[in-house]
């Protein structure tokens, strides 16, 4: 019977735990999650299809994408803190479902009719169908941005009743939760677009996107009846104190003379409306500077800029190294793995060492490991030759012939091969790329360099996805509601401008030969970052934070 009665018990937790706010969100991030990642992976295939196996597309599309955001993220975050929780989730929602549906179905005619469009206008079609699914995919962007800041920054917070431990968990799992995702959704529409086409591809991202915007918008609608303090929202009351001192402005302005008022009103109405955003945004990146958490927020920023990570240039530099496709894909899953262990790390360090020491040893882990990254630079089998950057050697910019080849496999197309060879050789699986083959050729002389670089990259997600955490949550904790939304804005704009510089510092140093001096300044800048989480983590110490007052600072 006691058997029995505690089978019961258990079976009554499980359904409460599945009909209850934590597993609704944990189900929605992940549709919302996967959804993503899939778009994101499969658009830039998609371009690189379109125009001709050219990076041109994709390039203009990131571009859009980094300098939207960058410019818009404070009015994206002044939006979600100005309006009902559950409008923002639903609009959001809607608009980044809707425009990759959109989006989508475009693809699939311009993949289905490409020579007859070709054919249309001279040629401009073509271009009118690229911007347009550009202008989509970005909308769709920013609409993704205002949903992770509504949910993730704020909802979560509110959810967990403001309790640190319980916070703490749901960060950890949404962490657990993307890191698979980032692995599995690329990987499953790769292998639809690589066994069927590019055209069933789109018809599987449109079909799941419709489903996920159903299944998410039931989730969340349920989250937001079944947690009352969902729907309430204290006022803005540092945009009510920037609206006064508008009518303080606008009052003496009245004072002024006749003719000066009627310079004003000849004013555009438009102009007015530029102004008033522009102020927003100011306002917003003002409301960022001021958090006390400002200097390990910017700290977490500065880590956006290196080439120390799984993405296609650190992946074409190892195939130009001789690293194979099969060997590239295990190193993937060693590493989401290890980023798996950074969120268990978290959780046990923020119970035994406080969170803002949490950070502190995530951070000393991660700058230890990237020694060994910094180490493979000088290693045996390092490609790097400073004289590469000697432009008076024109013959032998970029080019790994001649007595400048030191290591590495000989690379296709000639002397001015790029990090990324053509798409021909190229099996997309990921949002990295993966390489049939290794070039034929000799081996390199030492394979220690590559070694000691991807050993250094994936013990370093252990401390990274750590310190991630660490101040993401002292974000959500110490952000006063009424500004949560637009300070995170701003948060996610400092981040895409710090990637940015991290792309800029490819295309002014792009050959396998400069990959060494990209990795010193990537080490530099997160040393950097570094360092302003430790003056932070100083201020805090010398001035303790109350954070239960900080937590409901905008309520009180």
Known sequence: SNKSLKTLYLIGSALIYLKGPKFLIYVSGALSMWGDLMWHFAISVFLIGLYGHNLLLT???????????????????????????????????????????????VLMLVFSYKKWIEEIWDGWLTVVCYTVVIVLADVANLASTALTIAIQRDWIVVITGYNRGHLAGMNATMRRI????????????GQIMTLASNVVGCGFILGWNLVSLIVEFIFLSRVYRIVPALSV????????????????????????????????????????????????CLEGWRAYYRQPVFLAGLGLAFLYTTVLGFDCITTGYAYTQGISGSLLSILMGVSAVAGLLGTVLFTK????????????????LHLVCLLLCLCAVFAPGSPMDLSMLNMGNASDVGGMTGGHQRHGYPLRGGSNQPLLP???????????????????????????????LFLGVITARVGLWSFDLTVTQLLQETICESERGVVNGVHSSMNYLMDLLHFIMVISAPQPQHFGILVIISILFIFTGHTMYFLYARKVKRKPLNVSQSLRCAVC
């Open 349 to 364: 360090l923020r119970k035994a060492c406080g969170l803002v020491n949490t950070g502190v040893i995530s951070s000393v």
């Open 59 to 105: 390039g203009i599309f990131g571009l859009v994408v980094a300098g939207s955001v960058l410019l818009l993220g404070a009015l994206i975050g002044d939006w979600v803190d100005r309006n009902p929780r559950n409008k923002v989730a639903h609009a959001s929602l809607f608009i980044q479902n809707i425009s990759v549906t959109v989006c989508s179905i």
């Open 422 to 452: 053509d798409r021909s050789s190229i099996h997309w699986t990921n949002n990295t790329v993966l390489f049939e083959n290794a070039p034929a050729g000799t081996e390199p002389e030492s394979y220690v360099s590559i070694i000691l």
């Open 233 to 280: 929202k204290p006022p803005a009351m540092e945009h009510q104190s920037y609206l006064e001192k508008k009518r303080e402005r606008k009052r003496s302005q009245e004072e002024r003379t006749s003719l000066h008022l009627q310079e004003i009103s000849r004013i555009p109405v438009c102009l007015h409306r530029l102004r008033g955003l522009l102020s927003t």
């Open 178 to 189: 993307d890191q698979v995702t980032n692995i599995l959704a690329p990987l499953a529409v």
